[in-house]
């Protein structure tokens, strides 16, 4: 069983547990539609740093239709 060389003191002890804690997450809010968002992520709009990226709107079979013709 593995034991200690030395005491680790409290000072220590914290140093190592610092990075531990957990952060807030980042948001960002879009230009277009005001709505707050991850970083690096689209809206549920389908909108990506005030560019609409992806047409949510419109139903799927709608689209795949359009492809196949």
């Given at each position: 069983m593995a034991v200690q060389k030395s005491k680790v003191t409290r000072s220590?002890?914290?140093?190592r547990r610092?990075?531990?804690s957990l952060k807030a997450s980042?948001?960002?809010i879009d230009p277009v539609s005001g709505e707050k968002h991850l970083r690096h992520q689209m809206t549920k709009d389908g909108f990506?740093?005030?560019r609409l990226?992806?047409?949510?709107?419109k139903?799927?079979?709608?689209?795949?239709?359009e492809t196949s013709a």
């Open positions: 220590r002890k914290g140093q610092s990075h531990d980042k948001l960002s990506y740093k005030g990226i992806k047409d949510l709107r139903p799927i079979k709608e689209e795949a239709e």
